[in-house]
Each structure stands twice: as structure tokens, then as C-alpha cells.
């Protein structure tokens, strides 16, 4: 029996010993494969670095403002007997906006006419009289006093109801609608605001170090979130003859012209102007620089020579840069890269320092130095 169990034993041991010695040379195949394993490269593209001559510009944060912008009010009280404008249409100059109730002041004109109209009639009877010597001249001259005088007191009705009868001052874009009919308004009180938005203003200001650099008639360009890509040109068209004592900067005023109105007044803005200089950089695609908390980096595309059987390729080597200017779709470097490198400006994301690539630059981005995006 004990024979028995010692044979059963080995039997067990032998098997347990054969099927690790397999598994064994199964995980060794695998060590050795993937150790022999080559990742593919991948597939980016590519661009030069190289040299342009871009203009020298100043940089501001300021904002949109009207031309021409006033909140309409009426300059007598009364009440609203009549609204002829809608909220956010476009009105032209002198179009009517609201009519206060001006039925007592009709009333009064009415009654001085009637006055008015006898009193020219008593003066034409006093010339004629006159003439034949049959009345004095002071009679002349008092008819022709109350025939001003009554003259005068229509007028100034005639301009009370002009006056309750408010109209566009100018032409532009309207806002919200503040009043409602049969409303009692009182002076100053608001009724709508008029928005004169071609052309507008871009108002900013830069250090007085600047001031000896800057004339009017200088290019403009003024960029805002609410249009990312979009960049509206105009003029340098005012500086402040006094600059500010706390800042001690200078304020400035662009002028552009808005016929699509998408700039409207309050509307963040970032200027930039353009002086007649121009200076040499380094220019890059914007794609290709990967921002990090540590700085920013691109990947510079270098030969790799054929190793151990290995064909030759090429590498990426991670570059730590110092960016400059952005314009359009491009990014100014000012240290780390050379003219006449080669960098990857698609697919930076997915790669890492030393790793295999080959180019492909047909299906890349393409680059703009004023990119319109067909969704923007």
C-alpha cells in the first residue's frame, strides 16, 4: 500500500514538474518577444522653423464705445400717449419714438392762434388808418407789440408740443424699450438707449514710455472672445493730450468701421498697434507648442542612424522654447529652436522624448496668417 502511494506521488511531482518547465519556456518566448518588439512610428507633421519680418506692435486691453450713443429721455414731464419704436430696431434721424399727451397744449395753441390772427388783423387796419393820418403811431406800434407778443406765446406752445413729441437725434440701433403707454414721465426719465454702431470706437490705453512712438493715422487691429480668430482693422485716430496721473498712461481712440454691427459698445477688446518698423523672428506654427505648467516645449525632428540591424529613421527630441508674439496661426520664438529645424506641428500630444516618427504632411493643418474658420 505505502508502495503505492510513493509511486502516486512521483507520478503527481512529474507532471507538476513538466508543466511548469512548460510554462516556463511559454513566459521566456514572451520576455524575449517583447524585447525584440519594435513600436511602429508614428505618423505627424511637420514644419520648418524659419525666419520672417513682422511688424513691430503694441499691445493694449480697452473697449468698444459708440460713436454716437445717448440714452433717449424726455426733456418735459408727461404722459406717454403714444410708443412708435420697437425695441432693437434701427431708426433713422428725426424718426419719431414717443409722443407724450399734449391735448391741453393743442387746446392753448388753438386759443392763441385765435389771438394771433386778430391781432394781425388789427395791425393791417392800423397801417391802413395809419396811412390816412387817422390814428397816431403809438397805436401803430402798441398793435404791433400784441401782435408779436401773441406771436411769441404760440411759439413757445408750438415748442412745448415739439418738445413732448421726441424724436431720434440721430441714426442707429435702439435698445430695450423703458416706458409703456399711459405711462407719466417725468424729466430725464429713461425711455430707450440709441446706439450709433458704424463706425466705433476702440478706447485703450498704453505707458507713457510709448507716447514719443505713436501718431495718428497708425494701423489698428482689435481682437475680442466673442469672435476668436476674427480680427476687425481701423486707425489711430485720437490721443489724449493729458495722460493719466495715477497710471501714468496715455489714452488712445481707434476708429473702425462696423457695417456688420458685431462690434457693440461695453465690448472687452484687445488692440494692437502697428508701428512702421519691423524686426526679424523666428516663427513657428501655433500647434506646435505644447503648453505645461513647467514651461513651454515642441519636439524637434532629428536623423536616428541604424542600429544593431535597426534601419535608420527619425527621432523626436522635446525642446523647452520661450515663445513671443501670437499672429494668426502662427507663434514668434524667441530661444531654443534654430532656423532651418524641422518640428512637428500635428500630433504633439501623442508623443514622447526619443520616440520614432515618420512625416506626413498631406492631410496637415494648414496654417493662416488671418484664419477664418468656416464655424466662427
Known amino acids: 500500500m505505502k508502495t503505492k502511494i510513493a509511486i502516486a506521488i512521483l507520478i503527481v511531482l512529474a507532471v507538476c514538474g513538466a508543466l511548469a518547465g512548460v510554462k516556463t519556456l511559454q ?15 508614428e505618423s505627424v507633421s511637420s514644419a520648418v522653423v524659419h525666419e520672417e519680418k513682422w511688424p513691430i506692435t503694441l499691445t493694449a486691453i480697452g473697449s468698444v464705445t459708440a460713436v454716437q450713443g445717448v440714452t433717449v429721455n424726455p426733456e418735459l414731464p408727461g404722459i406717454v400717449s403714444e410708443i412708435a419704436f420697437s425695441s432693437g430696431a434701427v431708426v433713422a434721424k428725426g424718426d419719431l419714438l414717443v ?14 392762434e385765435a389771438q394771433e390772427e386778430l391781432a394781425r388783423i388789427n395791425v393791417e387796419r392800423e397801417r391802413t388808418l395809419r396811412s390816412q393820418k387817422m390814428v397816431s403811431q403809438s397805436e401803430l406800434d402798441t398793435a404791433e407789440a400784441t401782435l408779436k407778443q401773441n406771436k411769441a406765446n404760440a411759439d413757445a406752445v408750438r415748442t412745448t ?14 435698445g430695450l424699450r423703458m416706458v409703456n403707454l399711459g405711462q407719466y414721465l417725468d424729466t430725464g426719465k429713461p425711455i430707450v438707449s440709441l446706439q450709433s454702431l458704424d463706425p466705433v470706437y476702440a478706447e485703450f490705453t498704453l505707458p507713457q514710455q510709448e507716447l514719443a512712438k505713436l501718431k495718428t493715422g497708425m494701423r489698428v487691429s482689435i481682437t475680442t472672445d466673442t469672435y476668436p480668430g476674427r480680427q476687425f482693422e481701423g486707425k489711430l485716430t485720437a490721443i489724449a493730450p493729458q495722460l493719466d496721473p495715477s ?9 473702425l468701421n462696423n457695417p456688420e454691427q458685431l462690434l457693440r459698445p461695453g465690448m472687452f477688446a484687445r488692440a494692437e498697434v502697428f508701428l512702421p518698423e519691423e524686426q526679424k523672428v523666428l516663427v513657428i506654427p501655433a500647434t506646435a507648442v505644447l503648453s505645461a505648467p513647467y514651461g513651454d516645449s515642441v519636439y524637434v525632428i532629428e536623423p536616428k542612424p541604424a542600429t544593431n540591424g535597426a534601419p535608420a529613421g527619425l527621432v ?14 502662427f507663434q514668434t520664438v524667441e530661444s531654443g529652436l534654430k532656423p532651418g529645424e524641422r518640428i512637428v506641428k500635428a500630433g504633439i500630444f501623442k508623443l514622447r522624448n526619443g520616440m520614432s516618427v515618420t512625416e506626413s504632411n498631406e492631410i496637415g493643418p494648414k496654417n493662416d496668417m488671418s484664419p477664418r474658420p468656416s464655424d466662427s
Do not use: C, N
Request: glycine residues 10%; aromatic residues 4%.
Open 99 to 112: 409722443r407724450l399727451d399734449t391735448s391741453l397744449e393743442e387746446a392753448q395753441l388753438r386759443a392763441l
Open 316 to 329: 523626436v527630441r522635446q525642446q523647452f522654447v520661450h515663445t513671443g508674439r501670437l499672429h494668426g496661426d
Open 247 to 255: 497710471m501714468r498712461s496715455v489714452g488712445l481712440q481707434a476708429t
Open 27 to 41: 513566459i521566456r518566448k514572451l520576455i524575449e518577444g517583447g524585447k525584440a518588439y519594435v513600436q511602429p512610428p
Open 161 to 174: 408740443i415739439e418738445k413732448k413729441t421726441i424724436r431720434a437725434p440721430f441714426a442707429g440701433r435702439l
